[in-house]
């Protein structure tokens, strides 16, 4: 009676934490190069003084979902998506490195290269910084070109290349800030078979469809935890009447 209870207990607690995974990859359906995050639910031993009496039930996140999103045209130059493999490496707010799939893109009022999200977009040397300029390029190879002010349209300067690496998946991890890094600290080198496309930004990998099956799937899950739990407290009832009249 007490595991019954103590399973239901733990498995519809979990259930949230699961609901919530899924949820937070449907919030993001329409947010450009995300990833979706993996749930699955597994029974843990509960160790106490001796060997494991019970069991109980956890939802965890075991890995992220990589696989790429479609392409979409925004005709803005400076929009880029990665074409295949790879990734754009950028400079996350602690300073570390992280890896997008795909930035929209401006130019600050310091002349800093950054994605819509306001993180510096990371070059040969570091973060990129651009000159004033009336027209800006960026080639499949992450070379960015512009003519300067005043320059006549044939007068193009090259002013850096965006820093594209190709780390194995199972390198990466994503943090609970949603930025991907590699598991170990360590600086990717550049690869300079990646390429990108300007003008397109890639779309989110999450399935609407799938999310919303699992999460029905999980809310009848809940409650047949809440049914399992009322089973045990009217068992626990019936046995306390039983051992009244004896």
Do not use: C
């Not at 494991?52 to 979409?72: I, K, W």
């Not at 910084?129 to 090259?158: C, F, H, K």
């Not at 820093?163 to 990717?188: C, F, H, W, Y």
Request: aromatic share 4%; net charge negative; no cysteine.
């Amino acid at each position: 009676m007490d595991k019954m209870l103590y399973l239901a207990m733990s498995g519809a607690s979990q259930n949230t934490l699961a609901q919530r995974a899924h949820a937070n990859n449907l919030a993001n359906l329409s947010t450009s190069g995300f990833r979706r995050d993996f749930e699955q639910a597994r029974s843990m031993p509960l160790f106490g003084d001796g060997y494991p009496a019970r069991v109980y039930a956890m939802s965890e996140r075991p890995a992220t979902d990589f696989t790429p999103g479609t392409l979409q045209e925004t005709g803005n130059e400076l929009d880029v998506a990665i074409e295949g493999q790879g990734w754009l490496a950028v400079q996350a707010p602690d300073g570390s490195e992280a890896y997008v799939r795909t930035a929209s893109m401006k130019i600050d009022a310091l002349g800093m290269l950054r994605t819509g999200s306001g993180l510096p977009v990371l070059g040969n040397a570091g973060p990129i910084a651009v000159p004033p300029q009336q027209q800006i390029e960026i080639g499949q190879d992450g070379t960015i070109s512009i003519r300067s002010l005043g320059e006549a349209p044939n007068v193009v300067a090259q002013v850096d290349r965006i820093k594209m690496v190709n780390p194995d998946p199972k390198s990466l991890v994503k943090g609970e800030d949603g930025m991907i890094r590699l598991k170990e600290p360590a600086t990717q080198l550049a690869d300079a078979n990646v390429r990108l496309t300007s003008g397109f930004l890639e779309s989110s990998n999450v399935n609407a469809v799938a999310e919303m099956t699992s999460m029905l799937a999980l809310a009848r899950q809940f409650e047949l935890h809440v049914k399992m739990m009322r089973t045990a407290e009217d068992n626990a009832s019936a046995v306390a009447r039983v051992m009244q009249l004896s």
